[in-house]
């Protein structure tokens, strides 16, 4: 069954570093997501991108994130540099649609911001 | 804004046994509603969906859910709970112009006694 992969699966990071987080959609997906969820928090939206381009972003995506689909397979969060209160769980997501937005989910990158 | 609310932080219930968690949601338009299950270590897995059409959803592993207007509510049930069923349920609303821009609830985590 095809699924979202990323990678990795933890970092840990010095506070100012920057960070990439990657993902692999689903392959004839064509919207995608970055999803966080802060240690004993509720699972937060960030973004949504469709055709090369972000559709929707949160207040909490802010300058300091980037996202870019650099190829035909991967999904990219940039964090340019890390803050202690980025360190969360970010989940990418991929859909076949935007009408009935069921979202299908990879397994999380644990980030630690040290 | 819309937003999601689950009353029960934790439910504990004997294997076998029946299992309903409840969902109230607050939405000025017609909902988008989605239940998903993120097992320990693990991304969240789609259960089911309602977003027009029957009020009574089928999904994975022998859950359904019930969407209720009147009461903004959209309860997960299950009619016995095997002791794989532990782990954290989240309901989301997702919006009708961006689905995949969903609002989770804060999580109900299932403990499942033998």
């Known amino acids: 069954e095809p699924e979202v992969t990323q990678t990795p699966s933890h970092q840990v990071t010095q506070m100012g570093q920057e960070v990439i987080l990657r993902c692999v959609p689903i392959?004839?997906?064509?919207?995608f997501y970055w999803y966080r969820q802060i240690l004993g928090q509720k699972v937060e939206f960030l973004v949504s991108?469709?055709?090369?381009?972000?559709?929707?972003k949160s207040e909490i995506f802010d300058d300091q994130f980037s996202v870019e689909r650099p190829d035909g397979s991967n999904f990219t969060l940039k964090i340019r540099s890390t803050k202690l209160e980025d360190s969360a769980m970010y989940f990418c997501?991929?859909?076949?649609?935007?009408?009935?937005?069921?979202?299908?989910f990879g397994e999380g990158s644990r980030l630690t911001v040290l | 804004a819309q937003s999601v609310t689950q009353p029960d932080i934790h439910i504990t219930v004997s294997e076998g046994a029946s299992l309903e968690l409840r969902c109230n949601y607050s939405?000025?338009?017609?909902?988008?509603l989605f239940w998903y299950v993120q097992s320990p270590g693990q991304g969240l897995q789609l259960l089911l969906k309602?977003?027009?059409?029957?009020?009574l959803v089928q999904g994975i592993k022998g859950f359904e859910a019930e969407f209720k207007r009147s009461q903004s509510s959209f309860n997960l049930r299950k009619p016995s709970v095997h002791w794989s069923d532990a782990a954290e349920y989240f309901c989301a609303v997702g919006l009708n112009t961006n689905a995949g821009k969903s609002t989770f609830g804060d999580g109900t985590t299932l403990t499942v006694k033998p």
């Open positions: 991108f469709y055709n090369n381009e972000i559709s929707e």
């Open positions: 309602y977003f027009s059409g029957d009020t």
């Open positions: 997501a991929s859909s076949p649609t935007a009408i009935t937005g069921e979202l299908f």
């Open positions: 939405y000025g338009a017609t909902p988008y």
């Open positions: 392959s004839n997906h064509l919207y």
